[in-house]
T-cell receptor, first 116, second 115 residues
Framework: AQSVTQLGSHVSVSEGALVLLRCNYS??????LFWYVQYPNQGLQLLLK??????LVKGINGFEAEFKKSETSFHLTKPSAHMSDAAEYFC??????????????FGQGTILTVHP | DTAVSQTPKYLVTQMGNDKSIKCEQN?????MYWYKQDSKKFLKIMFS???????INETVPNRFSPKSPDKAHLNLHINSLELGDSAVYFC??????????????FGPGTRLTVL
């Protein structure tokens, strides 16, 4: 079984400030982890993914995430927020095999607001 | 050059009606999915098809029936619509079953409102 918990349904930062969106996962098998972004009235776009290679993963738009097995975490960060980063962000886990193979399980989402 | 497209974008209908949502991908992917996003933005997988074969069928009422005429299309038919079916439905596709390194590419969503 897999699950994802995103801490904080809303995060608000000032433009230029650090962005930190938290994600913790639970998986009975080695996980693959993803961050997706959803802009208003649009579909989901992949930001980055962890696939058991490097634990620090770089994605698009300056985002990165670090897989920490000991903490079962995959937090998303960006050093300097832009106004265009305002969106909803979803963390997701997929099982690397087993009966859940092929199934993405999403967290509840975090809305990021960026203030001028 | 749309990768994953869905029609319609908006669908408003009465309780008890039957409706279909269509999805097409031009990425040459083998696997397609349907997800439901509820009013609280929670996303949950409903079905997945790999080369027209049903692979994942979550606990979804049998009023929902996916149909895959070919591997580029996965349609969702809903019978006897209920108020609780109101949601945004997303189609997605990937080269193989996700869980390897393959990314799922999402369509723009279909907002279904049942009155």
């Amino acid at each position: 079984a897999q699950s994802v918990t995103q801490l904080g349904s809303h995060v608000s930062v000032s433009e230029g400030a650090l962005v930190l969106l938290r994600c913790n996962y639970s998986s009975s098998v080695p996980p693959y982890l993803f961050w997706y972004v959803q802009y208003p009235n649009q579909g989901l776009q992949l930001l980055l993914k962890y696939t058991s290679a490097a634990t620090l993963v770089k994605g698009i738009n300056g985002f990165e995430a670090e897989f920490k097995k000991s903490e079962t975490s995959f937090h998303l960060t960006k050093p300097s927020a832009h106004m265009s980063d305002a969106a909803e962000y979803f963390c997701a886990v997929s099982a690397a095999g087993g009966t859940s193979y092929g199934k993405l399980t999403f967290g509840q989402g975090t809305i990021l607001t960026v203030h001028p | 050059d749309t990768a994953v497209s869905q029609t319609p974008k908006y669908l408003v209908t009465q309780m008890g009606n039957d409706k279909s949502i269509k999805c097409e991908q031009n990425l040459g992917h083998d696997t397609m999915y349907w997800y439901k996003q509820d009013s609280k933005k929670f996303l949950k997988i409903m079905f997945s098809y790999n080369n027209k074969e049903l692979i994942i069928n979550e606990t979804v009422p049998n009023r929902f029936s996916p149909k895959s005429p070919d591997k580029a299309h996965l349609n969702l038919h809903i019978n006897s619509l209920e108020l609780g079916d109101s949601a945004v439905y997303f189609c997605a596709s990937s080269r193989r079953l996700a869980g390897e390194t393959d990314t799922q590419y999402f369509g723009p969503g279909t907002r279904l409102t049942v009155l």
